[in-house]
């Protein structure tokens, strides 16, 4: 039995460039019984390139629920097991919920050993805001759906991130200046860590003659990231103790102050907290 403790191994991979993997991932990968890849024909590129020559099993959409029971009878008797995806870190649209909940269910310990992340790589050097993001994955593939799908978006503060493919990327594009606005502020990052590697931010109207224009910008790994809506302002405290006093000389003051913040929209302990005050004066 190798060193490896008995576990599964979450380990990422590079996104592009085969530098960016931890030397803990190499030597996880080195170390662990077997590799679970996705497609065992592209990971064995990067597992050559470092010299890893533990055998690989592959795990995918269409065999994840199989594959996972018989990996996770390998661990329970004491093998240790290593999860890869094509690119980045695993789970991330990529297969291996099932092997992982499985795993967790059945009292099994998974080990994340992290690294690249498409996700995170593009919200870094988008210069849009990293406090807060949602990723999406892929949005739906025709363009009703697209649409209904960024429909239900629309008023998220948060940084928005999908992945596109190319073939979909200007349809995407488009439907999200229609939904969103041309003013909204979007990133294009495509090729990350490759060779012909993209950033580009821009208003969503300015991006998308950028990417019609360059067909270029249509190919590669995408991920498209959109700016959340802006915070709605603080309306104006007159307008707040207006409606307040017309509701006061009608109603008692808690039913005054919860009509106040159902009509402008504000917390109702602000609203009760002016109506207090005004009757006080």
Do not use: W
């Amino acid at each position: 039995m190798k060193d490896t403790t008995a576990a599964l191994y979450i380990v990422a991979t590079p996104i592009g460039n085969l530098a960016d993997i931890s030397a803990r991932a190499i030597e996880v990968l080195s170390s662990v019984d077997v590799i679970a890849a996705e497609d065992t024909r592209h990971s064995k590129y990067l597992l050559q390139h470092h010299g890893i020559e533990t055998s690989t099993i592959s795990l995918h959409e269409h065999n994840e629920q199989q594959r996972s029971e018989l990996l996770l009878t390998r661990i329970a008797a004491g093998e240790s097991i290593a999860l890869i995806s094509d690119a980045g870190t695993p789970l991330i649209s990529d297969p291996g919920y099932r092997l992982v909940n499985m795993a967790r269910e059945q009292g099994i310990k998974v080990i994340p050993i992290p690294g690249a992340c498409a996700v995170i790589a593009a919200l870094s050097a988008s210069g849009l805001s990293a406090e807060r993001f949602a990723f999406e994955g892929f949005l739906p593939p025709k363009s009703t759906a697209r649409r209904q799908a960024l429909q239900s978006l629309e008023n998220e503060p948060r940084t928005l991130i999908f992945y596109e493919s190319p073939k979909r990327m200007v349809a995407s594009l488009q439907d999200m200046l229609t939904v969103f606005g041309g003013e909204r502020k979007a990133c294009l990052a495509r090729e990350l860590t490759k060779m012909f590697e993209t950033i580009v931010t821009l208003p969503l109207a300015e991006l998308v003659d950028v990417v019609i224009n360059d067909a270029n910008h249509q190919k590669g790994e995408i991920v498209l990231l959109v700016e959340g809506q802006s915070t709605v302002v603080d309306r104006d405290e007159a307008e707040e103790v207006r409606v307040l006093q017309i509701l006061l000389d009608e109603v008692p003051l808690k039913q005054a102050a919860a009509i106040t913040a159902s009509i402008l929209g504000i917390k109702k302990n602000k609203a009760y907290e002016m109506a207090l005050k005004l009757q006080q004066k």
